[in-house]
């Protein structure tokens, strides 16, 4: 069964700081990959969505990466504003019969601070 | 505009009450599904439907209850089997069950 985990769960920066926010993956069998952005009482909005047969995805300041070998996928925040701090969830997807099932790490709760 | 509407955003539930979450979408997706989030953890998925009238338990589907009558909407209802619904629950949906899930704004569900 597919596990997926974020590190940190909490991370507070100085706007303008570039940042790496961490997801790995136990199954390499991975169909795709996707990055959320949660902001308090919401719902999740989708940022980034990488296919297996990719390495990166690129949105403005956001960046995803995907390394299926070492079960591990990266989202970079360049340039950080105060705008940015919400909660950051990946979420890996497994195709199967069942259609694509997906399975959410735990969350990063970023706060980017004036 | 199209998307996926959730109602209500809050709900009380008294104990061995029944209560039913609605979700609806004008999104013309074939394919919505229901997620559970507890505090500073990510969604775990509680029932999926990938065409009309049909649905699938998911990873924690004990204590609910679904039903998809029609495309545009899956409501799930909350039963008094539930010991611990207290939580925030998301719905989605994607055109079709291998695409993108887009999701609604959430209910969250408190025990009075």
């Known amino acids: 069964k597919q596990e997926v985990t974020q590190i940190p769960a909490a991370l507070s920066v100085p706007e303008g700081e570039n940042l790496v926010l961490n997801c790995s993956f136990t199954?390499?069998?991975?169909?795709?990959l996707q990055w959320f952005r949660q902001d308090p009482g919401k719902g999740l909005t989708s940022l980034l969505l990488i296919q297996s047969s990719q390495r990166e995805q690129t949105s403005g300041r956001l960046n995803a990466s995907l390394d299926k070998s070492s079960g591990r996928s990266t989202l970079y925040i360049a340039a950080s504003q105060p705008g940015d701090s919400a909660t950051y969830l990946c979420a890996g997807s497994i195709y199967n019969n069942a259609g694509n099932m997906l399975t959410f790490g735990g969350g990063t709760r970023l706060m980017v601070k004036p | 505009d199209g998307g996926i509407t959730q109602s209500p955003k809050y709900l009380f539930r008294k104990e061995g009450q029944n209560v039913t979450l609605s979700c609806e979408q004008n999104?013309?997706?074939?394919?919505m599904y229901w997620y559970r989030q507890d505090p500073g953890q990510g969604l775990r998925l509680i029932y999926y439907s990938q065409i009309v009238n049909d649905f699938q338990k998911g990873d924690i589907a004990e204590g609910y209850s679904v039903s998809r009558e029609k495309k545009e909407s899956f409501p799930l209802t909350v039963t008094s089997a539930q010991k611990n619904p207290t939580a925030f629950y998301l719905c989605?949906?994607?055109?079709?069950?291998?695409?993108?899930?887009?999701f609604g704004d959430g209910t969250r569900l408190s025990i009075l």
């Open positions: 989605a949906s994607s055109i079709f069950s291998n695409q993108p899930q887009h």
């Open positions: 199954d390499s069998a991975i169909y795709n």
């Open positions: 999104l013309n997706h074939d394919a």
